[in-house]
C-alpha cells in the first residue's frame, strides 16, 4: 500500500531500516492485444536478488522515496538477467530490459548500500521538484 500511496516503482527493506535483502517492484509487463487497454503492471517480491548480466546503456531521469523531491539523470544497463527467490522459497530467472531493469537496479543498488545519487557525476544532473505530500 505504501508503494501505491506515494506513487513509488520500488521499495527496499533497507529504506525501512529493515536488514534484509528483500525489495518490491512494480513492472511493466507485455501488453495483451487482445486484453483491455493500457498499461498493465504487477508487483514482484525479489529475496536475495542477484544480477547475472548487465547489457547496454540508457540514461533517464530517476526519484527516490528516501530522497523527496530530487530528481537526477542516471546511466543504467538496458537489459539486465536477474536470480531471485519468492517469498515461498522458490527460485526465480529473468531477463528485464528498459524501464523495469532501470527500477530493478535502482532497488537492487539500496541493498548494496548504494542510492542513485552515488551515480551522479555533475550537478547538471540534478533537477529538483516540489515534493509530493
Not at 514482484?44 to 530522497?67: K, R
Not at 529473468?94 to 548500500?113: K, P, S, T
Given at each position: 500500500?505504501?508503494?501505491?500511496e506515494?506513487?513509488a516503482?520500488?521499495?527496499?527493506?533497507?529504506?525501512?531500516?529493515?536488514?534484509?535483502?528483500?525489495?518490491?517492484?512494480?513492472?511493466?509487463?507485455d501488453?495483451?492485444?487482445?486484453?483491455?487497454?493500457?498499461?498493465h503492471?504487477?508487483?514482484?517480491?525479489?529475496?536475495?536478488?542477484?544480477?547475472?548480466?548487465?547489457?547496454?546503456?540508457?540514461?533517464?531521469?530517476?526519484?527516490?522515496?528516501?530522497?523527496?523531491?530530487?530528481?537526477?539523470?542516471?546511466?543504467?544497463?538496458?537489459?539486465?538477467?536477474?536470480?531471485?527467490?519468492?517469498?515461498?522459497?522458490?527460485?526465480?530467472?529473468?531477463?528485464?530490459a528498459?524501464d523495469?531493469?532501470?527500477?530493478?537496479?535502482?532497488?537492487?543498488?539500496?541493498?548494496?548500500?548504494?542510492?542513485?545519487?552515488d551515480?551522479?557525476?555533475?550537478?547538471?544532473?540534478?533537477?529538483?521538484?516540489?515534493?509530493?505530500?
Amino acid at each position: 500500500m505504501y508503494m501505491r500511496e506515494c506513487r513509488a516503482a520500488g521499495v527496499s527493506a533497507t529504506q525501512f531500516g529493515i536488514p534484509f535483502r528483500v525489495f518490491v517492484v512494480c513492472l511493466l509487463n507485455d501488453v495483451d492485444p487482445y486484453g483491455p487497454p493500457g498499461l498493465h503492471y504487477s508487483s514482484v517480491v525479489m529475496v536475495n536478488p542477484f544480477v547475472t548480466t548487465e547489457e547496454g546503456s540508457q540514461i533517464d531521469c530517476e526519484g527516490c522515496l528516501s530522497f523527496p523531491g530530487i530528481k537526477v539523470q542516471v546511466e543504467r544497463p538496458q537489459t539486465i538477467g536477474m536470480t531471485w527467490n519468492d517469498m515461498d522459497g522458490g527460485h526465480h530467472y529473468g531477463i528485464f530490459a528498459n524501464d523495469n531493469a532501470r527500477v530493478i537496479m535502482h532497488e537492487y543498488d539500496h541493498l548494496q548500500g548504494i542510492v542513485f545519487l552515488d551515480h551522479v557525476e555533475s550537478l547538471e544532473s540534478f533537477t529538483q521538484q516540489a515534493p509530493r505530500y
